[in-house]
């Protein structure tokens, strides 16, 4: 499940990189070729990029590709680098679930009361803020799947 989950989202952030760029290339072209920008490239660049940095630091995590301090980890004993992988990805997954999944829900459910629309485009800025609670379920399952899979403990002896 791990493999299809890293295919697909591997293949939406190359999209949204690909669109990122198209825009951004367009808004450049109309600035400076038709001395008017089109208003929408700028906010869409934006929103582009909040879902690409959350989706990314989500995939990354699953990849172990993050960024990690591991002064303390090489200092230990196995089975105490076991203990401590353990502990380390339990926090990843609790902040995940707290602070993105459930707090993301909730900043989506605020915005949508309030019916805030983004001030070009028009789309509900609850489809925005949807990629935190989106990115927070995949870096919690990509944790819990880490602390499943022997591949990801240390060895301990």
């Given at each position: 499940?791990?493999?299809t989950?890293?295919?697909?989202?591997a293949?939406?952030?190359?999209?949204?990189?690909?669109?990122?760029?198209?825009?951004?290339?367009?808004g450049?072209?109309?600035?400076?070729?038709?001395?008017?920008?089109?208003?929408w490239?700028?906010?869409?660049?934006?929103?582009?990029?909040?879902?690409i940095?959350?989706?990314?630091?989500?995939?990354?995590?699953g990849?172990?590709?993050?960024?990690?301090?591991?002064?303390?980890?090489i200092?230990?004993?196995?089975?105490?680098?076991?203990?401590?992988f353990?502990?380390?990805?339990?926090?990843?997954?609790?902040?995940?679930?707290?602070?993105?999944?459930?707090?993301?829900?909730?900043?989506?459910?605020?915005?949508?009361?309030l019916g805030?629309?983004?001030?070009?485009?028009?789309?509900?800025?609850?489809?925005?803020?949807?990629?935190?609670?989106?990115?927070?379920?995949?870096?919690?399952?990509?944790?819990?799947?880490?602390?499943?899979?022997p591949?990801?403990?240390?060895?301990?002896?």
């Amino acid at each position: 499940m791990k493999s299809t989950i890293d295919k697909y989202l591997a293949y939406l952030l190359v999209f949204l990189m690909a669109v990122i760029t198209l825009d951004v290339l367009w808004g450049v072209f109309t600035r400076y070729a038709l001395e008017s920008q089109a208003g929408w490239t700028e906010e869409l660049a934006r929103f582009l990029l909040i879902w690409i940095g959350m989706l990314g630091a989500a995939y990354a995590s699953g990849q172990k590709m993050h960024l990690a301090i591991d002064l303390l980890s090489i200092k230990l004993r196995p089975k105490a680098q076991a203990r401590l992988f353990i502990f380390i990805n339990l926090l990843v997954a609790c902040f995940a679930l707290t602070a993105m999944v459930v707090g993301g829900l909730r900043l989506m459910y605020i915005t949508h009361t309030l019916g805030q629309t983004s001030a070009a485009m028009r789309i509900p800025m609850a489809l925005v803020y949807l990629a935190i609670p989106l990115a927070g379920l995949l870096v919690f399952f990509y944790k819990i799947n880490d602390l499943r899979s022997p591949k990801g403990l240390p060895t301990a002896n």
